[in-house]
């Protein structure tokens, strides 16, 4: 059967060059970076080069870097560390409604210890009104955190005019750039972020593995204490193979960026123009322009999501929705809830994110079998 893999917002597979320097690093290079012996010297240049890699990819030094189990990690990392260091100047936080949990369930926590919190609401595209940011901030803010993309709904943000308006008021701003890190051009510069997570397994490196960009001079207290690795602000010995493959992951999003970004609007234009003229029933999510390449997130009232998808997976065809299923109860997305679209159409949504290794074939066979599926069960719902 043929199989096709549309599911690269929650993972992508781990690309041949960096499976070979990791099974090198393994195999070669085991030493303790904070060794002072041969081989505790060549595990810290191997760490050295995957940080210039990964500096390189965003436009940070190599001291802005810091290297974690992940997007979790840097993002808890980057919400609770930042409160922390602040919180003698004020309480107030501010998010927004369409945060990956990572983020969204770090500020609950946050809240409950006692801190207050804003969630600022999002148009029916999935884009925050700056003005709507202008208005929430107040004398004790310390902290925003707003994501780059959204990984449901592949919107992207306006971060550089929301971080202006951060660093204009003299408060921290931090970005969740999971879903844009070495997928689009990112420079933290530009993005003007003070804080900025990301992590490797979204872009073709290996999972528990990611980073924070923490601007210099900006101070925020470790998570995680210990001998003070990673210049005292995330200690543990260093995950050596994970972070010289996601190094390699770096150094190749960078070189291959333009021929991956042209590929990957193709086929993200394709797919889109496809299923508006085969599929009567679908519409998009999130922002028609300003979008992830590649990534096409519909909804199709009248059709239950999760049977969708069960049947797409019975075909070979990998994708998801933005329903999470938990012990038999299908909670409704919290981020299209944000769009204010229905609850029985939020519940027919499906994602297809595409990457590099995806062709056009793909699409050919995914169209083969979508408007068929979709087709029955219309039939399917009309008639229970
Ligand atoms: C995948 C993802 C995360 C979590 O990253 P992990 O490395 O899997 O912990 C956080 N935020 C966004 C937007 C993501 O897509």
Request: aromatic share 6%; proline share 4%.
């Amino acid at each position: 059967m043929k199989r096709v893999y549309m599911d690269h917002s929650a993972t992508t597979p781990v690309d041949y060059e960096v499976v070979r320097v990791m099974t090198e690093t393994l195999t070669n290079n085991f030493g303790n970076p904070s060794s002072l012996h041969a081989f505790g010297e060549e595990a810290r240049q191997a760490l050295l080069k995957a940080r210039k890699q990964l500096a390189a990819l965003i436009s940070a030094d190599i001291s802005e870097i810091v290297f974690t189990s992940g997007g979790t990690e840097a993002n808890n990392m980057a919400i609770i560390g930042a409160a922390q260091a602040r919180k003698n100047r004020g309480k107030h936080l501010i998010t927004s409604a369409i945060e990956h949990h990572a983020v969204l369930n770090t500020f609950q926590s946050l809240q409950n210890e006692g801190f207050d919190l804003t969630v600022l609401p999002v148009n029916m595209v999935g884009q925050i009104d700056p003005q709507d940011l202008q208005n929430a901030i107040r004398e004790d803010t310390i902290l925003v955190s707003l994501m780059h993309a959204n990984n449901e709904i592949g919107t992207i943000q306006m971060i550089p005019a929301l971080g202006e308006i951060c660093r204009s008021r003299g408060i921290i701003f931090h970005t969740d750039a999971v879903q844009t890190v070495g997928r689009i051009p990112i420079d933290v510069k530009e993005l003007t972020v003070d804080l900025l997570s990301l992590s490797a397994h979204k872009f073709y490196g290996p999972k528990g593995v990611g980073a924070l960009y923490v601007r210099n001079g900006v101070q925020i207290n470790p998570l995680i204490y210990g001998g003070g690795q990673e210049s005292k602000q995330r200690s543990g010995t260093e995950n050596i193979p994970g972070i010289v493959g996601m190094g390699k992951a770096a150094e190749l999003a960078e070189k291959y960026m333009p021929q991956r970004l042209e590929h990957l609007q193709l086929l993200g234009q394709t797919l889109f123009n496809r299923i508006m003229n085969e599929i009567p029933e679908a519409y998009l999510t999130g922002h028609p322009g300003a979008r992830l390449p590649g990534h096409i997130s519909l909804v199709f009232p009248g059709i239950e999501g999760q049977s969708l998808l069960t049947f797409l997976d019975a075909e070979g065809i990998a994708a998801s929705g933005g329903a999470a299923c938990s012990s038999n109860s299908f909670a409704v997305s919290h981020v299209l809830k944000a769009l204010s679209i229905r609850e029985e159409v939020a519940a027919s949504s499906l994602r297809l994110s595409m990457g590099k290794d995806n062709s056009i074939e793909d699409i050919d066979y995914v169209m083969d079998v979508l408007p068929k599926l979709v087709e029955r069960m219309k039939l399917l719902w009309v008639l229970q």
